[in-house]
Each structure stands twice: as C-alpha cells, then as structure tokens.
C-alpha cells in the first residue's frame, strides 16, 4: 500500500487562539496575560465603594485580576498564574 498524504485540516477554535498568543509581541516579565484568550487587561469588581472624608474606601472585593474579554462573554478566567508546589 502506498503512503498517502493527509492535506492539513483547518485549526480547531483553541489551535487557533494559541497561534493567536504565540504571535503577539513578547510581554514584558510579571506582566499579566490571560492564558484562555491572551488578553492583557484586568478587571477587578467591588462591591460597597463609597467616599468618606473626601477619599474613596473601597468594598468588598468580588473578583479580582479577572480577564476583561473574557468577562464580556460571561467566563472567570483568572488571569494570575497558578503556582505548583515543589
């Protein structure tokens, strides 16, 4: 039997966001950089802010360092990175 060649399928929607990442510009060290979608802005959602003598105190912290894009679409995605212990 012959060896036959397989023409390349088109990438699933996760190959291609991880070609999308792998294409963005290097980012700098600590920055944040969500691993789901690449984005690179937080959002941080509190709940009670309110002004007391002219400053601004801040509630209760709901999410925090949350990718924004995936916000939009309704899905946590925690942007800090997991830390694996020895």
Not at 1 to 29: G, I
Request: aromatic share 4%; charged share 25%; with cysteine.
């Amino acid at each position: 039997m012959p060896l036959q060649l397989v023409p390349p399928s088109e990438p699933s929607h996760e190959e291609k966001v991880r070609q999308r990442v792998r294409s963005m510009p290097k980012r700098q060290d600590g920055m944040l950089q969500c691993n789901r979608c690449g984005c690179r802005t937080s959002l941080t959602t509190t709940n009670g802010t309110y002004f007391k003598d002219g400053r601004r105190i801040n509630g209760t912290v709901i999410e925090k360092d949350v990718c924004a894009n995936c916000f939009k679409d309704g899905i946590k995605s925690s942007m800090l990175p997991t830390i694996k212990p020895a």
